[in-house]
């Protein structure tokens, strides 16, 4: 499995597209397809409502979603644990971030009670979830138990 990449969507035409990590700081990605920008940085793609939707039905890798928003102090807080471990698990794990501020219907549809929250889906299925900012070994630990 190639770590130096990870797999995006776009938010524009739902395409997914493979992006080496180290592009992803601080250079912009571009879709494939539709050529606009891609909301990746750090190994972490920013998705949509619809976005979610469509990429939990376009791959088998397993990935995991951070439900957050600015407002949230552990939301904030939690933000560059997420980055660090989705760069230890580039390649084998796809992570992306939902605003649930921006997207309700997000937080209504996958039933989100508290933020952050942290689901990890395989196959298009949720298998567990976690609230709360968990510390990177938590975090880590949690995610090597659910692979």
């Known amino acids: 499995m190639d770590t130096s990449t990870t797999t995006t969507i776009c938010n524009h035409c739902f395409q997914l597209n493979r992006v080496r990590v180290e592009a992803?700081?601080?250079?912009?990605?571009?879709?494939?397809?539709?050529?606009?920008?891609?909301?990746?940085?750090?190994?972490?793609?920013?998705?949509?409502?619809?976005?979610?939707?469509?990429?939990?039905?376009?791959?088998?890798?397993?990935?995991?979603?951070?439900?957050?928003a600015p407002w949230c102090g552990p939301c904030r807080a939690f933000a560059p644990t997420f980055i660090q471990v989705a760069g230890t698990f580039a390649g084998r794990v796809i992570f992306l971030k939902i605003?649930?501020?921006?997207?309700?219907?997000?937080?209504?549809?996958?039933?989100?009670?508290?933020?952050?929250t942290l689901a990890m889906f395989k196959a298009g299925v949720e298998r567990d979830r976690v609230s709360g900012a968990l510390p990177p070994t938590a975090f880590t630990d949690w995610i090597v138990r659910l692979l």
Do not use: M
């Not at 309700?104 to 933020?115: L, T, Y």
């Open 24 to 68: 992803s700081l601080g250079q912009e990605a571009t879709c494939g397809k539709c050529k606009k920008a891609l909301s990746c940085h750090d190994g972490v793609t920013d998705v949509s409502h619809a976005g979610l939707k469509a990429f939990l039905g376009k791959t088998a890798l397993p990935v995991v979603v951070d439900f957050w």
């Open 99 to 116: 605003d649930t501020e921006e997207h309700p219907e997000a937080s209504q549809e996958f039933h989100v009670q508290g933020i952050p």
